[in-house]
């Protein structure tokens, strides 16, 4: 598939997105998908896979760098944009940090799930503390993933 990777398209890659949150969920894992984009064209996949894999490092961001990586090599994703339907946990930042992800475009924010378990933590954040320059659009299809995360059992928190 490809496209442009502009803001003008952020709908048509953040639904492919959604597409990898919802095959995680009716798997059975956080409803959590990503996709990696470089000059229009379609690099990698990834859903979370937290609970069928038994590990807690199995995010959709590093799998999709790493599919995005065994495709098109060790540089793919350098300068590329990657697409999550939620805010990357601090790990998955570190991994878009190293990957060389050059803009990020989120479905949802944690604050808007008023998630405790991650502090004061936000993407923005992150960013500050490393020196990590990216590019970030957020709120695309926003109440879609939404209703799909509220679906899942495993959120203990409700939205404002």
């Not at 936000?122 to 490393?130: D, L, P, Y």
């Not at 957020?138 to 879609?144: A, K, M, N, P, S």
Request: with cysteine; proline share 4%.
């Amino acid at each position: 598939m490809t496209c442009s990777d502009g803001p003008e398209d952020d709908a048509r890659w953040m639904q492919l997105a959604l597409a990898e949150a919802r095959d995680a969920h009716a798997r059975g894992d956080w409803p959590t998908g990503a996709v990696l984009v470089k000059n229009g064209q379609l690099l990698g996949r990834g859903q979370n896979r937290q609970v069928t894999r038994g590990d807690v490092t199995a995010h959709a961001e590093p799998e999709a760098l790493r599919d995005a990586f065994a495709q098109h090599g060790p540089d793919a994703a350098r300068g590329a944009t990657l697409y999550c339907t939620m805010e990357p946990c601090p790990m998955c930042a570190g991994a878009l940090k190293l990957g060389g992800i050059r803009s990020l475009v989120l479905g949802l924010r944690h604050a808007r799930l008023r998630r405790t378990d991650l502090g004061d933590y936000s993407i923005e954040a992150f960013c500050h503390m490393t020196g990590f320059d990216l590019e970030l659009r957020d709120g695309v299809r926003e109440d879609e993933y939404l209703a799909l995360r509220l679906r899942w059992g495993g959120d203990a928190v409700r939205p404002a």
